[in-house]
């Protein structure tokens, strides 16, 4: 949410690329809840053995971040926005406002959980004529960002730990791929319409939760680009397919939980020590040893497809790596690869007693961490007789899916002892309905009708990020600029120019609202706008781009295109006056494009071939 302050600090809640800070380390782990429990997803991440170094800029935290101070009073506006888009959904909002501790021993809380607050449940969304339930409504901090791993070190930049989030998470009624798409975008306009939320990649993040019948509930987490939505989805249904698929040809092979678990690992260092493998080799020189487990009647299964370019045995990869560090496995289904030959394949599966339909995987790393990886992939293994297990997934740029941590239980929530409830007051209810966003369905008519923008660009501008940008200056240039030439402005031509490489994130709303003043002025033209702000990225001002352009020098338009008419005037006048329209305006623009505008030219282009008519 775009407020003034964190949620539970007064620092300001922007991210900043250098500053003055303080490094501390830490080593978080996870406690029994109440009932004595201990939740499964931290303890996942206690076994990582992880240390957490914090970079804490001086500038955007304090003690609260460091969570060496108590949380001060939460900030009002973030449950007010919260509040507007529960008035917009209709949904029941609570009376008070408790704030909850969500157990995350990551690294990217320092304190070893998440503050949420719920403020609104139920509701609903109608997109495409169909009621999509809402569920809850709540504000939480959002996490540190991570800077990067060096081993077991973790590196995270406090600047955006208790910046407040909105998350709004809707019912079960989703059906399709596209109906998913499609309903994250309507949230996410609806959420612009208040115009009370950051802008840029990260500050919306779907999660998404998938299952399908005979599968399991998968979390997937952090789709950060909305375009990926449906293929998101798609790719985990087609991996649960495949995953019960295999399931069923296991039963039918007979194998037992019990057989896959009871396999030893054993060391066959002494087989691959003379291997002409690249990877073997390196392994070998730098003190790892090889070590290999038998996968009873998985033969074929390993290298099974699930996802594009992801098999079954990726899936063990994904926790051979998680659980033990390692670099990966290598399995039988690919074997004879990476250099390692038919024969040392065989011999391995001999040391093994593997049969015709058994497997084996394969790990290169020093033996405690061997022993850990193997362990892992028996135990995913042997879920692979129930079907698909119940995992938190993250989302790949491709679509594709990877293992990220168990799903977490119900021992993960516990009371927050340093924040007050928060009352909600007529007051606060009130100032919600100021920002409360206005029906997207409403608001596309409302552009169509007053503001005569064709449906496609109503629709393309509440879709867009700078909606909140497109609209205020729709209505500030109402009546003195056409609202395309704004929307225009503000949607395509900066994805045009990222689309070109400009680094359009140093085009502020302050240099696109200037540009726009000086064609309103007449000042530019509005063919030069994609120009000027290619300038503006590059570190120039608004005016030095139109004088570095020549846009600034008084151009006598009629002169220009009487020395055009003049070059061309055979062609002209073969062609005929009247039908030279088109021809002459080409040539003109050519020399005059950016520097007038278009409308000007025509007008000018006309009267002079009008007067060629009448000679």
Known sequence: MDTERKLFCHCKPDLVEEDEEDVFQRRLRPVRSELGEVDIAALFEWKKGRTYIYHA???RSCLVEADEEPPHEADEESIIIALAMAKAFNSKIVDEVHVMRKMVIDGSNTSGFQRTM??????????DGKEIGIETICVEEDAARKLKEEGKFVHFKLDRLGIPLIEIATAPDIRSPQEAKRVALRIGQMLRLT??????????????????????????KGVQKLEIIDKVVEYEVMRQLKLLEIRDELRNRGVTKEEILSQPMTDVTDILEDSKSKIVKKALKSGAGAFAVKLPKFKGLLGKEVQPGRRFGTELADYARFWAGVGGIIHSDELPKYGITEEEVEEIMERLGCEEQDAFVLVLAPGPEAREALKAVKERAAMALDGVPEETRAANPDGTTR???PRPGAARMYPETDVPPITITEEMLKRAETIKPKNPVELIKELMTV?????????????????????RLVKKYHGKLHSTVVVRTVVDTLKELERE??????????????????????????????????KVAEGSTVENAIKELGLDKKI????VVREVVEKYKDEIEKRGPQRSFGFVMGKVMAELRGKVDGKVVAQTVRKILEEMEKK
Not at 195 to 220: F, H, W
């Open 57 to 59: 800029p001086r500038s």
């Open 118 to 127: 719920l403020v609104a449940l139920g509701g609903s969304v109608t997109v």
């Open 195 to 220: 115009r009370k939320v950051k802008r840029g990649i990260g500050t919306i993040r779907q999660d998404l939760n998938v299952s399908i019948e005979g599968g399991a509930k998968t979390e997937i």
């Open 403 to 405: 293992f990220l941590r």
């Open 451 to 471: 503001y005569k923008l064709p449906k496609d660009m109503a629709e393309k501008m509440i879709s867009s990020v700078r909606f909140d940008l497109a609209y």
């Open 501 to 534: 490489g400009v680094e359009v994130e140093k085009i502020k709303d302050e240099h696109i609202e200037e540009v726009l003043d000086k064609v309103a002025e007449g000042k530019i033209a509005k063919e030069a706008i994609p120009e000027v702000l290619k």
């Open 556 to 559: 006598d338009v009629e002169k």
